[in-house]
């Protein structure tokens, strides 16, 4: 196994690079895990070649035009459409049906990325009729991230995984309904997103913006220690109406978070929760 050496980062170099992102861009780092903000520090360090972090942290200080790509650098996109099916066939079964009856579901997906994860809901929507009371909103710290999911257009290569991740949602279904294939690309329909806005907002320093009847933040959690997850927490379950229903990643636990005793699992292993009434 090929062992990536990424350099050395003193905790006094992190330690101004959390400074200068508070104080110049408002952007709180200071509760995100510190070995893979170390981590990924180092990659952005190596793949400019810079001897280490003090002269990122001048680039951060002096560059401020930089600091939308440095986001974009810094944080982890990784996505799938219908990532983790299993998780979609229990939100589904077991999660929306008390819901179909309300005249608008609002839905906000933290941490949206590039958009894959709206697209399913879009489409999950679609397939059981419920998309026209649908208002979803797709937020993320990164806005290329956010830029690219307005635009619902996908190398092409991903196609099988996408055709296979939602066929293990909709058997006997095939994606194509929902796509297009132009200049080596998997372009989702348009439709899809009429009823989807786009937002740069920044979960940890920002306040939510309304009552969901739904919350996605899936694979978000993991970067951040347990205390920010704690916050983060409560502010999501701050902003769910009674009955509404919080799914987070499979690989995430609500166990550092005292607003969990304000929610009943619907899916243990799904990571599904629905605020008590
Ligand atoms: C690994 S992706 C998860 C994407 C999608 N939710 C999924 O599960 O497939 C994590 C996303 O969280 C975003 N993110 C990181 N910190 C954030 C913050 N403070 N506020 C909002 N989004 C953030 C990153 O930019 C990235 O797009």
Redesign the pocket.
């Known amino acids: 196994m090929l062992i990536e050496v990424l350099p050395e980062i003193s905790d006094a170099e992190l330690e101004q690079f959390m400074q200068i992102m508070l104080t110049q861009y408002g952007h709180d780092f200071r509760g995100y895990a510190p070995a893979s903000l170390k981590r990924r520090l180092g990659s952005v360090i190596k793949k400019y070649g810079l001897p280490g972090l003090t002269i990122l942290n001048h680039r951060l200080l002096t560059q401020p035009e930089y600091i939308r790509y440095f986001i974009n650098e810094i944080?982890?996109?990784?996505?799938?459409l219908f990532?983790d099916p299993s998780a979609w066939i229990a939100f589904r079964t077991q999660a929306l049906p008390p819901l179909f009856t309300l005249p608008e579901i609002r839905i906000w997906?933290?941490?949206?990325?590039t958009g894959?994860?709206v697209l399913s809901m879009a489409i999950l929507l679609k397939e059981i009729g419920l998309y026209d009371k649908a208002r979803i909103f797709a937020?993320?710290?990164?806005d290329i991230?956010i830029e690219k999911a307005a635009q619902a257009r996908y190398p092409i290569r991903l196609k099988p995984l996408y055709e296979q991740n939602f066929q293990a949602v909709f058997p006997g279904k095939s994606l194509t309904q929902y796509t297009a294939e132009s200049n080596n690309q998997l372009v989702f329909r348009p439709e899809l997103l009429q009823n989807v806005k786009f937002l740069r907002?920044?979960?940890?320093t920002e306040n939510p913006f309304g009552e969901f009847e739904v919350i996605?933040c899936?694979?978000?959690l993991i970067?951040f220690t347990p205390a920010l997850q704690d916050q983060v927490v409560t502010k999501l379950v701050d902003s769910l109406v009674t009955g509404g229903i919080l799914m987070v990643?499979t690989k995430e636990s609500l166990f550092w978070c005292s607003a969990a005793k304000r929610l009943v699992s619907v899916n243990d292993t799904e990571r599904i929760f629905r605020k008590q009434r």
Do not use: C, K, Q
């Open positions: 944080t982890v996109s990784t996505t799938e990532r997906h933290v941490g949206a990325s894959e994860e937020t993320d710290i990164d991230s907002h920044n979960i940890v996605l899936r694979n978000l970067y990643g």
